[in-house]
């Protein structure tokens, strides 16, 4: 009887360790089920069955696990609880930090478009402008060659009616000084007939002769201008 007191008292021990090694959490000891109830099934193989006290010993027991159990229930419930709480209230945050950065994403993204905007409105803005500078600037140095090719346009019509009119004037001259000389050898050419003709006469005519000497061709009567004109 002492023995199995003995043995009792030292499975009510261990029971009482593997509660107090169990897991704390708000106040109660969570234990292993399993160790639990495999302790009570080795305190009631150590109580004889028709011992009271051993009945009353094993209701408790039971009783106290069915308490821890329950206890574990409601404590792995509100631990349940309190992740799913933590998990919505990531998954909330973690929402609200998505939709931050895609607002901040999209506000960049709309930032970037109008600077890319500005930045090609100042480009087409500044090409329009060189564009116009290079077509006025063009348009002037256009307008300045033909100013400048109209006016050597003129110049050379002008010298070249200068020099029309001066070999107009030449040729006129010319024309005129072979007029001069083409009448001055037409009287020459008279004048040396009619000498010969004279001499003809005076020849025929003896006393004619005598009485006016047979003049030689006079040296006027050669023709200077038409060897001038020759030589011209």
């Known amino acids: 009887m002492e023995a199995i007191a003995i043995n009792v008292l030292r499975i009510i021990d261990e029971i009482e360790q593997l509660v107090e090694t169990g ?5 109660k000891r969570v234990v292993n089920e399993e160790e639990f109830f495999t302790k009570i099934q080795q305190l009631r193989s150590a109580l004889p069955k028709s011992m009271k006290e051993a009945e009353d010993l094993m209701r408790k027991a039971e009783a106290v696990v069915k ?3 329950a206890e574990a229930d409601r404590l792995i419930d509100t631990a349940e609880r309190e992740a799913e709480k933590l998990v919505t209230e990531a998954r909330t945050r973690s929402d609200r930090m998505v939709g ?3 607002t901040h ?5 709309a930032e970037a478009k109008a600077h890319s905007d500005r930045v090609l409105t100042d480009s087409q803005t500044r090409a329009e402008r060189m564009i116009g500078e290079a077509s006025a600037k063009a348009s002037s140095t256009i307008e300045a060659a033909n100013t400048q090719s109209q006016r050597t ?3 050379a019509n002008d010298r070249a009616a200068r020099v029309e009119e001066d070999a107009q004037k030449r040729a006129d001259a010319l024309v005129a000084e072979d007029a001069i000389t083409l009448r001055a050898q037409k009287e020459a ?5 009619k000498a010969n003709t004279e001499s003809a006469t005076t020849a025929t005519n003896p006393r004619r ?3 006016r000497p047979n003049p030689a061709r006079p040296s006027r009567l050669e023709h200077p ?6 030589s011209r």
């Open 23 to 27: 897991k704390g959490w708000m106040g």
């Open 67 to 69: 308490s821890a159990q």
């Open 100 to 102: 931050e950065a895609k």
């Open 105 to 109: 994403a999209d506000r960049t993204v």
């Open 153 to 155: 346009i003129d110049e």
């Open 189 to 193: 050419d008279q004048l040396l007939e």
């Open 209 to 211: 002769q005598t009485s």
């Open 225 to 230: 201008t038409i060897e001038t004109s020759k």
